[in-house]
């Protein structure tokens, strides 16, 4: 079965340090990931998705950038971290039989 | 107007009861639509597919319907473990992205 990691499940930092956040899959190949981002009483908001190696699609402007070293490594970053990036990130893979989407456990960000 | 839209409620309901969750979407080019269940704190995980037909799974049915581009979710016999916040999800029939509600809460009561 397809499993998303996400590490760690909490995470302070303070406004201006840089955030590292790595996902990684296991039980399926070329997987299309996703990066999302859930504030505090709001929906899911989509920031990235990729179809591939080195393949980034931003869905909204911010601060964050992401890359895909790795078929199955997806990693979101930060040079300089807001108060507003505070929130709950859930890294995401796309099963292609049936397009149903599948999350790992989530990093819960706190911006100080 | 946005892609999916959900009542945020929250509905809250005793044991027992039944709840209608309902729910719109925009594109009707949409193909692919779900039900996602996400407790307090935790990931959104899948509840159920919706297809065209409707479809049940235990005491959960999900209904679509196409021409007023309108999805349900029915709970019937409401526990206590129901309590969570339901997440209506669509796919359109190009792009990788799916479009997520902002859910709808639930608290179910003694």
């Known amino acids: 079965s397809q499993t998303i990691h996400q590490w760690p499940a909490t995470l302070v930092q303070p406004v201006g340090s840089p955030l590292s956040l790595e996902c990684t899959v296991e039980g399926t190949s070329n997987p299309n990931l996703y990066w999302y981002r859930q504030a505090a009483g709001r929906g899911l908001q989509l920031l990235f998705y990729?179809?591939?190696?080195?393949?980034i699609s931003s869905e909204v402007p911010q601060n964050l950038s992401a890359s895909r070293p790795q078929d199955r490594q997806f990693i979101l970053s930060s040079k300089k971290l807001l108060l507003s990036d505070s929130g709950f990130y859930l890294c995401?893979?796309?099963?292609?039989?049936?397009?149903?989407?599948?999350f790992g456990p989530g990093t819960r960000l706190t911006v100080l | 107007r946005k892609e999916v839209e959900q009542d945020p409620g929250p509905f809250n309901v005793p044991e027992g009861a039944t709840v209608a969750f309902n729910c719109t979407y925009s594109?009707?080019?949409?193909?692919?639509f779900f039900w996602y269940r996400q407790d307090c704190r935790k990931e959104p995980k899948l509840l159920m597919s919706v297809y065209s037909s409707g479809n049940e799974d235990g005491r959960f049915t999900a209904q679509l319907n196409r021409a007023s581009q309108y999805i349900s979710l029915l709970i019937r016999d409401s526990k206590l473990s129901d309590s969570a916040t339901y997440l209506c999800v669509v796919k359109g029939s190009s792009g990788y992205a799916l479009n997520f509600g902002k859910g709808t809460s639930l608290l179910v009561t003694p």
């Open positions: 990729s179809v591939g190696i080195g393949q």
């Open positions: 995401a893979g796309l099963r292609a039989s049936d397009n149903e989407q599948f």
């Open positions: 594109n009707s080019a949409s193909q692919s």
